[in-house]
Structures are given as C-alpha cells and as structure tokens.
C-alpha cells in the first residue's frame, strides 16, 4: 500500500529528528493514527500546491454556478459551491499559465501564483491581481473582460505584468 502524503512527510520529519537530536521518536503510523487532524492539516496546508487540475470536475464546478452568473437577481449559490467553482477555476489558471511572476487572489477561497516569469519567494509580490469571487468566475467564463473589469474597480491589477493573466483567460467559456 502506498504511504499517504502525510505519512511520508512524517516520516522524514521523524528521521531528521531521530538523526539531529539522536532521540527516539515514535512511528508515522504511529503519528498519523493518534493526531488524524493534524495529518489533514499538513496535507492542506503543504499539498494544495500538488494538487492536479481535473478539468471535467471544473467545468462541473463552473456549471453549477452559471446562472447565477448569467443573472445577478438570482441569489447567490452555496459557499461550497461559490469555494469549488472558485478555486477550481484559480487552480486551472495556474496549470494552463505556469510560473511564479504574477499571483491572482480571490478572497477568502484562494490564491494562486502563474505566468512564467521573474519568480518572488518573500514578501507582497510585485504583480498582483486581486478580485471578489463573482468578479473572478465572470473573468474565468468570458463573460468579463480584464480591462472592463478593471476600469470598473472590481479587478484590482498592480505591477506591469499583472494584466497578462487576460491571455490566459477565458478558462470555462459560457456561451
């Protein structure tokens, strides 16, 4: 059976503390099976990044909001749908446009880093693109343009390459 993410990195966290310290720390399985939540934990928080994009599972995502985005007098879906359909999109985005130069923030669900580039490592980055989740799935579907967005105010775009990311876009065209 293959190790699961968590268990692997507990392992070598383990091994390096057996190696540096020379004291005797219990198993990964070990681990794993006593602090389940703390496994889940490192795995969202240090594996999101592994995660592969399934574009049938992001187009049903985006489907399941599309008329509330063809119609803004319909309520707005579920947070769970809003959060899949958001950053299913964002994670395509950073699969279709790889590279670190330019980050693209959709507060509170997520943010990815794409566009090929200069890469930072610390700090605020220099190109930054930052918009609500309506705003950004308009953007992903082709129902908004960048530059109509951002002459609207709902598309915040700082740094020169910040705007690339129109390229890449749309990502799930609605008709």
Not at 77 to 87: D, M, N
Not at 92 to 109: K, Y
Not at 110 to 125: D, E, K, L, M
Request: charge should be positive; proline fraction near 9%.
């Amino acid at each position: 059976m293959a190790a699961s993410p968590c268990r692997s990195a507990l392992r070598f966290a383990i091994n390096r503390i057996d190696t540096i310290f020379n004291v005797p720390v219990r198993t990964a399985g070990y681990i794993e099976a006593v602090f389940p939540r703390l496994c889940r934990l490192w795995e969202a928080t240090f594996m999101a990044a592994r995660r592969t994009v399934d574009p049938l599972k992001t187009l049903a995502a985006v489907t399941t909001v599309a008329d509330w985005l063809r119609d803004d007098t319909l309520a707005a879906p579920p947070r769970t749908q809003l959060a899949e359909a958001v950053r299913a999109t964002a994670r395509t985005l950073a699969a279709v446009a790889p590279g670190s130069s330019v980050e693209v923030r959709v507060p509170p669900f997520v943010a990815v880093q794409c566009i090929a580039g200069p890469a930072h490592t610390r700090g605020n980055p220099p190109n930054v693109v930052e918009t609500d989740p309506r705003t950004w799935l308009l953007l992903a579907t082709g129902l908004l343009s960048v530059d109509d967005a951002a002459a609207t105010g709902a598309l915040q775009l700082s740094g020169s390459r910040a705007r690339e990311i129109a390229a890449a876009l749309p990502l799930v065209p609605l008709s």
